[in-house]
């Protein structure tokens, strides 16, 4: 007899690493809207520094970019880290939840019901999207890609040890140069399907 669908929607559960300018929160919110998933991406920033009581690294962390020039404690860091964990394992136990960045993919690495995504894209094709939306030179705009990436790799390496351009920490990693939003959700819901199915024996399809 087929497990059902509800039930094994119920437990599934994706954290996406994106590059900035690889559209990955927009494919997020749109895997949220055809499963019927929580998108949960800068809201658990402020849900865990608030926990950890230390708001400060909450805006320090937006801040990849360096504008504000906010330092936390290094105490600070590691109550928000710890509190970060706290609530994606909340997360995870609730289920039916995208969770966008936050390292996801490494706290979450060994539980089997959640499917680990990455996307990019090139530089020069993100840092041409950049310069589109916020209507800046591609000067400053790959400025900032590179800023984000450079951000992004040090704050895995420096807390979690690990290299953010690692491929064992994901499931799937998808390239947005030449593959459009609708096409990168298809794939990641097979990839959850067959996934599901691989722990869960007699899962069918996923249809939402």
């Known amino acids: 007899m087929s497990t059902n669908h509800k039930d094994i929607l119920a ?19 749109a895997l949220g809207s055809l499963l019927g998933y929580r998108v949960v991406s800068r809201d658990l920033i402020n849900q865990a520094a608030m926990r950890s009581g230390n708001p400060e690294v909450a805006l320090a962390i937006i801040d990849e ?48 019901h959640v499917l680990h995504v990455r996307i990019i894209a090139p530089q020069a094709e993100r840092a041409r999207r950049i310069a589109s939306e916020q209507n800046i030179s591609i000067e400053n705009a790959l400025a900032q890609v590179q800023a984000s990436d450079r951000y992004r790799r040090n704050y895995l390496k420096r807390y979690y040890q690990v290299n953010w351009d690692d491929p064992n920490l994901y499931d799937v990693t998808l390239n947005t140069a030449h593959l459009s939003n609708q096409a990168a959700v298809a794939v990641i819901q097979q990839a959850l399907t067959w996934k599901l199915k691989n722990i869960t024996p007699d899962v069918e399809e996923l249809h939402p």
């Open 11 to 29: 437990k599934g559960t994706i954290t996406i690493s994106r590059q900035l300018g690889s559209r990955g929160l927009e494919i997020a919110h």
């Open 65 to 112: 970019l360096g504008l504000l020039g906010i330092c936390p404690s290094p105490q600070a860091c590691q109550a928000y880290r710890q509190a970060v964990k706290q609530v994606m394992e909340e997360l995870l136990h609730d289920g039916q939840v995208v969770i966008v960045g936050r390292a996801g993919q490494v706290i979450l690495c060994e539980q089997l």
